[in-house]
């Protein structure tokens, strides 16, 4: 497997299928550049899901997290395509992504997007 960036996630199969359990992911070392700026943007991702019959494999998602380090993208527009990526390669029955940037200009964001319904809601 490379070591280099990448855009491909790898996965494996659920070994649990039809058992519903939750996987948690903590990212505490992100970085991306501002599209503005061009400095660095720094941030820690939360990735929470539930398979269905696929799972993603973490040196894929390590890759491809570092993959976005020279890449410019605004906080909101990044953990969209995080989420929108995962979703697309492993089909999960319910997951959430958290991009928590550190402070910059004064401001703390945090953008939190998710797919399917969380599981707090479902009687």
Known sequence: MSTQPSKS????TNPRIGRPYEIEFEIPEFTCLCPKTGQP??????IRYVPDRLCVELKSLKLYMWSFRDEGHFHEDVT????????AAIGPTW?????????????????????????????
């Open 41 to 46: 943007d720094f941030a820690t991702f939360r």
């Open 80 to 87: 969209n395509r995080i989420l929108d990526d995962l979703v």
């Open 9 to 12: 996630l790898d996965t494996f």
């Open 95 to 123: 997951m959430e992504v958290e991009g928590d940037f550190y402070v910059r200009g004064g401001i703390h964001t945090v953008v939190r997007a998710w797919h399917g319904d969380r599981p707090d809601e479902v009687e």
